[in-house]
Every structure is written in C-alpha cells, then in structure tokens.
C-alpha cells in the first residue's frame, strides 16, 4: 500500500531560526514529490516539486531535497519568519501524470516571536 | 486568476439534512477533484472528473455522497443524509490536464463542514 510518513507532527520554533521537517515514502511507481504549504483556513499551495532525477529544489527560503534509493525527502527552511507557520504537506504521485496522489498528514509548524 | 472557488466557506447542519458543496474550477482546466481532510486521515481523494465525466469515485464514502459536474465550470458534491462523521473540511481542486496526463493540482479554499 502507498504510504508518506511525516515527522515530526508538529514543531514550535523561534524567528528566525532554521528547521527541517522530514517526509518518507512508500510509492511505486515513483513519478514526483511535491511539499504544499496550507495556511489555516486555506487550501493547500505547492511549495516545490521533484522528480526522480532531482537531489535539491529551493524556492525562496524553502529547499526542499529528495533522495530516491531511500525514498527519503526533507524540507528545510532557512530563517523562520512568523508567516511560516503553516502545516507542511509532502505528497507524491505514481506514475508520469497520475491523478492519484498520497498525501502525508503533514507537519504542523508554530514559529514564534 | 481567481483560483478555485468554493461555496459555502463554512456549513454547519443537523443530522439527516442534505448539504450541497458547491465548486467552480480554474477557467481552462478540465480536471476537477474533490477530497475531504480530516485530522485522523489527512486529505483523502473522494472523486475525480476529467472533462465533465467521472472518472474515479471509488473514494466516496458510500451511497450518501454524490458528485456532479454538469459543465465546464461548476460541479457539486451533495450529502444526503449527512452524519456527525461526514464533519471534515471539503476541499475542491482542479487541474489541467492532457490525455491522461494530469497536471499540477491547484486546490480551492475549502468548505468546513460540521454536523451536528
């Protein structure tokens, strides 16, 4: 059966320091990792996205990396801003353009002043 | 863009009665889903068109949740009777999509439904 494992299930840290949540997987076929940032109350919005072939994607302050012998990725964020706090979803797809897609329960992040 | 935009932001009903979650996908996308999260499963698929025509609906729940898509721009999931378990927040996403290539998922803010 398809499985994400995300941990930790939440964090508190303080502004302006770095984090980084952890996200394994158990998908076959493999196609892509995508980590979605989903403020409370809003839906889920695709930080980045990697594919097999793919170590390290950054989008900003956010550097997401992904190994797939280990069927391992990470999502690190870099200087903690207050707006950070969110739930950090990493999702992955089977199969090239596949609609169907495991999610994991996500990780919940508080960053505080 | 608006993005993807759902109706009612916020549903509070009793047991037994009918609600209605109403969603307009992205202009130009052709694929629309609809999923539920709640804190016990996360976001779970509940049913996937693609050009107006169900696909998968193998997440529905059961004969109480029903799913239409009469257009392009507008598809509505219905409950009926609803239950105290049906209380999850309702998310709509859709997406574009060629062949059977589906592509990068863009989800509307969400319903949260409670049911008393």
């Known amino acids: 059966k398809n499985q994400v494992e995300q941990s930790p299930q939440s964090l508190i840290i303080l502004e302006g320091k770095n984090c980084t949540l952890q996200c394994n997987y158990t998908v076959s076929p493999f196609s892509n990792l995508r980590w979605y940032k989903q403020d409370t109350g809003r839906g889920p919005v695709s930080l980045t996205i990697m594919t097999f072939s793919e170590n390290t994607k950054s989008n900003g302050r956010y550097t997401a990396t992904l190994d797939a012998d280990t069927k391992q990725s990470s999502l690190h964020i870099t200087a903690s801003q207050l707006s950070d706090s969110a739930s950090y979803i990493c999702?992955?797809?089977?199969?090239?353009?596949?609609?169907?897609?495991?999610f994991g329960k996500g990780t919940k992040l508080s960053v505080i002043p | 863009d608006a993005g993807v935009i759902q109706s009612p932001r916020h549903e509070v009903t009793e047991m037994g009665q009918e609600v209605t979650l109403r969603c307009k996908p992205i202009s130009g996308h052709n694929s629309l889903f609809w999923y539920r999260q709640t804190m016990m499963r996360g976001l779970e698929l509940l049913i996937y068109?693609?050009?107006?025509?169900?696909?998968?609906d193998s997440g529905m729940p059961e004969d109480r949740f029903s799913a239409k898509m009469p257009n392009a721009s507008f598809s509505t999931l219905k409950i009926q009777p609803s239950e105290p378990r049906d209380s999850a927040v309702y998310f709509c996403a859709s997406s574009r999509s060629s062949g059977r290539a589906v592509g990068e998922q863009f989800f509307g803010p969400g319903t949260r439904l409670t049911v008393l």
């Open positions: 068109f693609n050009n107006n025509v169900p696909i998968d």
């Open positions: 999702v992955v797809s089977a199969g090239a353009g596949s609609y169907q897609l495991t």
